[in-house]
């Protein structure tokens, strides 16, 4: 839950929005909290790029769950960091 208003760091807050892709690795500092869905989150007041991301990840389609990846068998068993990331049930069973 990211927005402007509870962010503190010196660099203004669009600049590292408009920088940060799906996929990049951040350190967030922050205040825990609930959506108003009721979703544990995290309001952050420092967010520190630690790396970017070189390949984008895959989308999962318009209908489809978040955590609903489908992927072939074939994917999913070569590039097991890329299941871990986008799988949410293979990440707890991990």
């Keep these: 839950m990211a927005n402007a208003a509870n962010y503190t760091k010196d660099e ?7 920088r940060l892709r799906r996929g990049d690795i951040i350190g967030v500092e922050g205040v825990p909290g609930r959506s108003k869905t009721g979703e544990l989150s995290l309001r952050p007041t ?25 992927m072939n068998k074939d ?3 070569r590039q097991r960091y890329l299941d871990l990331i986008m799988n949410s049930q293979v990440k707890k069973i991990f």
């Design 46 to 70: 420092l967010i520190t790029s630690l790396s970017y991301c070189m390949h984008m990840l895959p989308k999962a389609e318009p209908n489809m769950a978040a955590d609903a990846m489908i």
């Design 12 to 18: 203004p807050f669009e600049d590292l929005h408009s």
């Design 75 to 77: 994917t999913r068993y």
